[in-house]
């Protein structure tokens, strides 16, 4: 089964840009992943599903500010022209074969 | 527009059951798999159960086989999971998920979830 690694913590200043990182475990760096925030208080949010190749797709009305890509077993989500509503914790999101899904410990972003 | 609205949440003594629903909205329900997903206050997100879109295969994490059991009504639009033998621990809000096709994937849509709370 995958291990999603994620940093807990992040900070990043209005208006500038930010790249959160999931790290696949050994033997499933190509899996896909999504990416999901979580406003404080709020349900997640779907952003992004995330391929080895670099392509991602986002999730309806996800804005331009938001972007993906892979290096390796590395997953990435870049935010760009942070606003305070970023101010969040991001889920990476996998699944096996099995259909077993599983997240990362998540990354409390805060926008300074 | 994609609509999930959890119910059956509150306050129950351990070893005691809850029953959850989720009625769905917005997209064809019976051509989606569906998840439970909960966590624990402070916590991060863990996943708890799936069903494929047609009812046929279920899965659960290794904590709650044999206590909790996931289910759904395609002619309801409805989600459902039974929960038994509730522990402390397992005090969470509890989310409903959409996959994003009929077997395997990620979840596209979330509901807002439904607070249980095993306490005496």
């Known amino acids: 089964q995958p291990v999603l690694t994620q940093s807990s913590s992040a900070s990043a200043s209005l208006g500038s840009s930010v790249k959160l990182t999931c790290t696949l475990s050994s033997g499933h760096s190509t899996y896909i992943i999504a990416w999901h925030q979580q406003q404080p208080g709020k349900a997640p949010r779907y952003l992004m599903k995330?391929?080895?190749?670099?392509?991602?797709n986002k999730g309806s009305g996800v804005p331009a500010r938001f972007s993906g890509s892979t290096s390796g077993a590395d997953r990435y989500l870049t935010i760009s022209n942070l606003q305070f509503e970023d101010e969040a914790d991001y889920y990476c999101?996998?699944?096996?074969?099995?259909?077993?899904?599983?997240f990362g410990g998540g990354t409390k972003l805060t926008v300074l | 527009e994609v609509q999930l609205v959890e119910s059956g949440g509150g306050l129950v003594q351990p070893g005691g059951s809850l029953r959850l629903s989720c009625a769905a909205s917005?997209?064809?329900?019976?051509?989606?798999?569906m998840s439970w997903v909960r966590q624990a206050p402070g916590k991060g997100l863990e996943w708890v159960s799936g069903?494929?879109?047609?009812?046929?295969?279920?899965y659960y994490t290794d904590s709650v086989k044999g206590r909790f059991t996931i289910s759904r009504d395609n002619s309801k639009n409805t989600l459902y999971l039974q929960m038994n033998s509730l522990r402390a621990e397992e005090t969470a809000v509890y989310y409903c998920?959409?996959?994003?096709?009929?077997?395997?994937?990620?979840?596209?849509?979330w509901g807002q979830g439904t607070l249980v709370t095993v306490s005496s």
């Open positions: 069903i494929s879109a047609n009812g046929g295969s279920t």
């Open positions: 917005g997209f064809t329900f019976s051509s989606y798999a």
């Open positions: 999101e996998t699944w096996d074969s099995n259909t077993h899904k599983v």
């Open positions: 998920a959409k996959g994003e096709s009929g077997g395997s994937g990620c979840f596209d849509y």
């Open positions: 995330l391929e080895g190749s670099g392509r991602y």
